[in-house]
DNA sequence: AATGAGCGG
């Protein structure tokens, strides 16, 4: 690095009035970068000031390291030789490294945000469908606009006839039941497989984890749903854990439910933990009663 | 005091 320093006082400001700590830097002429050359060097000369308020200019000389990286890249080197085209064929060369395309994307939606339904005034459909749902059928007795498949009275009753309608009447494996028939809708759960025992492991297994709900109160509002898990997953396999949150605020609503693979385990985790200081709270856990739809 | 979100052909 050499500094030569140019004796030449800065006249056309008279330095008294100038604060202590104001930035002159815009007197001074920009700074300079070059290279680096083929052999790597690189040249920097910049202005400064100095304690004197005399104009240095400082002259930086540095060799650009060689990396890997830099044997790695001959080919990108190579291919700035490369004859432009397209639209960077009429750029400045090297004013770009990339070319920002200006083409336009449209990008569709699967449905459009906020849109209203669709006009279904002229037939009863409206009536039939709540708000979201288009057109609510169920697919296992067909009643419309009442409820889903999932929730319908009598899903663990009696499958629908067009579920076995594409499968042979004996004989099949489980697996070909599965395979997509033509033009239906062929999936078949296990638990309704031909042959399948409705009342052994089905629906009724089903049933049975929706009771072992547990409903936690008095949490404090910073207590989430990983401090539930924490807490009760000691007493067994739990399921599933939630907290209550204010969708407005966001806060917790000061309750949640936790609920686990076997009974017995819920029960000894309110035997335990009702009435558990947690949090400077008293925690109030207690079985609870299920959701009318699940 | 207090009983959950969102999913769907």
């Excluded at 540095?62 to 639209?87: D, T, Y």
């Excluded at 009760?232 to 806060?251: E, S």
Aim: charged residues 30%; neutral net charge.
């Amino acid at each position: 690095m050499t500094i030569d320093t140019q004796q030449q006082k800065t006249s056309k400001f008279r330095w008294g009035e100038m604060d202590e700590d104001d930035d002159l830097d815009f007197l001074l002429p920009p700074k300079q970068v070059i290279g680096p050359d083929e052999n790597g060097l690189k040249t920097v000369v910049e202005y400064k000031f100095n304690d004197e308020g005399n104009r240095v200019k400082i002259t930086t000389k540095s060799r650009v390291r060689k990396l890997a990286s830099a044997r790695l890249n001959k080919r990108a080197i190579e291919r700035r030789s490369w004859p432009k085209f397209g639209e960077a064929a009429n750029e400045d060369a090297g004013s770009h490294l990339t070319m920002v395309s200006t083409e336009e994307i449209v990008l569709e939606r699967p449905k459009a945000l906020g849109a209203k339904a669709e006009d279904t005034k002229e037939d009863g459909l409206s009536q039939l469908t709540k708000p979201g749902a288009v057109l609510m059928v169920c697919r296992t007795c067909r009643k419309k606009g009442d409820h889903w498949t999932s929730k319908c009275p009598y899903k663990d009753l009696a499958a629908p006839a067009d579920v076995f309608e594409d499968k042979p009447p004996t004989g099949e494996t489980s697996t070909a039941s599965v395979a997509p028939g033509p033009g239906k809708s062929s999936y078949v759960p296990p638990s309704m497989r031909h042959g399948a025992d409705k009342n052994a492991m089905g629906s009724d297994m089903r049933r049975r984890n929706d009771e072992n709900s547990v409903r936690v109160t008095n949490l404090s509002e910073d207590t989430r749903e990983p401090d539930l898990m924490e807490l009760f997953h000691p007493f067994g396999a739990v399921t599933r854990v939630y907290v209550a949150i204010d969708q407005k605020t966001g806060v917790s609503r000061g309750f949640g439910f936790v609920n686990f693979v076997s009974r017995e385990d819920a029960q000894r985790a309110i035997n335990k933990l009702n009435g558990y200081g947690y949090d400077n709270l008293i925690l109030r856990v207690e079985w609870a009663t299920p959701r009318p739809t699940q």
